[in-house]
């Protein structure tokens, strides 16, 4: 059985590229914004792996992640950003909300290597 990973991305062509780049290793639920990602989450409990985008309308990442770590903290949170790092992402990794943030583009090795650490397979 596949390890289930959700990627959250307001922008439907990173969604898809992350899922073509990634469903061979993992099963890969994609949500368009926060709000469908908790519903996700909600619905599909062993999900064990979850990126986000950084910006997004009505709630970034970071405060997407800050809600489903208050649901669900036994996952493994990133967020995947085109732009720099920025305070919030700072203190989101100095704090512990998230384990690791990655570029836009994305590394898919990177990532995958990322995801197979966490959750030591």
Do not use: C
Request: no cysteine; net charge negative.
């Amino acid at each position: 059985m596949k390890t289930k990973i959700l990627y959250v991305d307001d922008e439907p062509i990173n969604l898809e590229l992350f899922k073509i780049n990634f469903e061979k290793k993992f099963e890969v639920f994609i949500a368009n914004d926060a709000f469908q990602g908790l519903e996700l989450l909600e619905k599909e409990m062993d999900i064990l792996v979850v990126i986000s985008d950084m910006k997004m309308p009505k709630m970034n990442g970071i405060e997407f992640i800050k809600k489903a770590k208050e649901l669900y903290p036994d996952k493994k949170y990133y967020i995947l950003t085109g732009y720099e790092i920025n305070a919030e992402i700072q203190d989101a990794l100095n704090s512990g909300l998230i384990l690791r943030y990655f570029s836009k583009p994305f590394n898919v090795k990177k990532i995958e290597g990322t995801i197979i650490e966490a959750i030591g397979l």
